[in-house]
């Protein structure tokens, strides 16, 4: 008796490997393809990812100065720090959270919250200004750039119409 050869459609399917004849049960199972992210997330998340840097230095930089002469507004010279890293955290949290629509909104209050660190040291008004620009730039140029590629995707898959 001889084998059937396989057919070419029949191939093998990572389960069986016909070099050792044996079916690997420990095969991990196949990955799921990764969610697309869109411009405005990818650059959103830059941003975010920039500032937590940012605001790191910033708080040491607050709360060293804040040694010297007892503290902003007379609060304790740990406020800095604590405030700092409450702000860290709600940037870190707010990175993988950008796929949804609200995220953006808390992305804005975190802008807002980075100018107002300014009452503690002046030069924060600069830096979060900086910053809000470049959230702002983000923001309008992603959304501009994915509605672009919705236009284009949509015109490839009904080619007969035309985008208005």
Known sequence: MTAAAPSPGDEPTGAEDP??????????PAR??????????SLASIVLTFEVVVVFLAALVIW??????????????????????????GLVITIPLLRYGWAYVLGWALQVLLILSGLLNPA???????????????????????????????AVADPGKESA
């Open 64 to 89: 060293g100065l804040s040694r010297e002469d007892g503290g902003a507004f007379g609060l304790p010279t740990w406020v800095p720090l604590a405030a700092g890293g409450v702000v860290i955290l």
């Open 19 to 28: 070099a050792d004849g044996a079916a690997s049960a420990d095969a991990a």
């Open 124 to 154: 924060m008004f600069v830096v979060g200004a900086l910053f809000g620009g470049m959230w702002a730039y983000c923001m309008i140029v992603g959304a501009r750039i994915d509605r672009a590629r919705a236009a284009e995707a949509a």
């Open 32 to 41: 799921p393809a990764r969610r697309p992210r869109s411009v405005r997330e």
